[in-house]
């Protein structure tokens, strides 16, 4: 029995062991791309446990149908992978405003998942490349489809 508590208490350290990395308390900064036209956020993440944070963006899109403005809201979890080198995970929605040309537009929602690599500099600087699909859910009348798959490139400084 005293084994069987030994190899517990072992198997915990090591995975608690694994997922202590360091993520900053606050990061602001610019996340560009998307999937057919040209996209720029404000990224601001803010961590809330040691390996958990949110990311909230405000960005705006431009494409050869539509132009719209949108806000997204991320949950993340983030794991190391070797050295100053992490990958992030997560789920969130956002809400936005598009206009269509000779059109009125108007407004949608969506929800939206996310994968990604990062890597953390000696300075306060995070470098990010990730993958965001995003699923329409109300007001994508408009939309040719309601299925997006947005690439983005992010740059933040760390405080």
Avoid at 17 to 43: K, P, T
Avoid at 69 to 85: H, N, S, T
Wanted: with cysteine; glycine share 14%.
């Amino acid at each position: 029995m005293k084994i069987l508590k030994g190899i517990t208490v072992f198997i915990f350290m090591a995975t608690c062991s694994l997922s202590a990395q360091e993520i900053s308390n606050h990061a602001l900064g610019l996340r560009l791309g998307d999937s057919d036209g040209f996209g720029a956020e404000v990224s601001y993440q803010k961590s809330l446990t040691r390996d958990t944070r949110m990311e909230f963006d405000l960005g705006w899109r431009d494409s050869r149908n539509f132009n719209a403005f949108k806000i997204a809201g991320l949950y993340q979890w983030v794991r190391p992978i070797e050295g100053d080198f992490q990958w992030y995970y997560g789920v969130g929605g956002g809400l936005g405003s598009v206009d269509f040309p000779g059109d009125d537009g108007g407004l949608f929602v969506f929800a939206a998942g996310d994968v990604g690599i990062e890597y953390n500099f000696d300075f306060p600087l995070i470098l990010s490349l990730d993958f965001r699909p995003e699923l329409g859910v109300v007001g994508y009348d408009g939309f040719s489809d309601n299925f997006d798959f947005d690439i983005g490139l992010g740059i933040r400084y760390q405080f």
